[in-house]
Structure formats: structure tokens, C-alpha cells
Nanobody, 115 residues
Framework: QVQLVESAGGLVQAGGSLRLSCTAS????????MGWYRQAPGKKRELVAT???????YYADSVKGRFGISRDNAKKTVVLQMNSLKPEDTAVYYC?????????WGQGTQVTVSS
């Protein structure tokens, strides 16, 4: 059974930085895309950033220039580096892997940015 394990989020002041990581279990193969989503209270889950197996990246307009997504293929890990955090970045963050047309999700981790 494929499992994605996320690192702990945390509480950070506005303007600060936080790094999230997500590691997949060894059983997952042929990962075509890794990504991060987030869901704030009372809002729909939204896409934050993605990274394809070919190296293409996508960032939501709200995080462009502040967040960076990277990966370690050997470790089946995706990292989201978040800089210049804003209170509106507060949300539960979920990692997502796409493998053989199936979606796999992390358990979610809380990120809170105080003003």
C-alpha cells in the first residue's frame, strides 16, 4: 500500500520561511507528477505547486516568487520551500503524487502564519 508521509508544519511569523517535505513509500513507482495543495478553513482545496517527472513546474499566482518545489527522485521525496510567508498562506498542506494515473495523498500538515 502506497503511503505518503509529510513532515510537520508549524507556526511562523509573517515574512518567515518554512520547509515541507513528503516522502512516498518504496512501493510507489513511475511517479509522473508531484505536487502540493492546501486548504484553508471554509475554502476549497487549491493547487499550490507541481513538478512533473520531466522537470516542469507550476505555481499558483499567489505563491509565485515565494515558494519553490523540488524533488529527490532516489528518495521519492518532494519538498516545498516556502519563503516570505503571509497570513493568507495559513492552511492545511497536502502533498500529492500521481503514479500510473492514480492520485496519492499525504495526511496533511498545518501551516499557520501569524501577522
Amino acid at each position: 500500500q502506497v503511503q505518503l508521509v509529510e513532515s510537520a508544519g508549524g507556526l511562523v511569523q509573517a515574512g518567515g520561511s518554512l520547509r515541507l517535505s513528503c516522502t512516498a513509500s518504496a512501493s510507489i513507482v513511475s511517479i509522473s507528477r508531484m505536487g502540493w495543495y492546501r486548504q484553508a478553513p471554509g475554502k476549497k482545496r487549491e493547487l499550490v505547486a507541481t513538478l512533473t517527472s520531466g522537470g516542469s513546474t507550476y505555481y499558483a499566482d499567489s505563491v509565485k516568487g515565494r515558494f519553490g518545489i523540488s524533488r529527490d527522485n532516489a528518495k521519492k521525496t518532494v519538498v516545498l520551500q516556502m519563503n516570505s510567508l503571509k497570513p493568507e498562506d495559513t492552511a492545511v498542506y497536502y502533498c500529492n503524487f500521481v503514479s500510473n494515473l492514480r492520485d496519492y495523498w499525504g495526511q496533511g500538515t498545518q501551516v499557520t502564519v501569524s501577522s
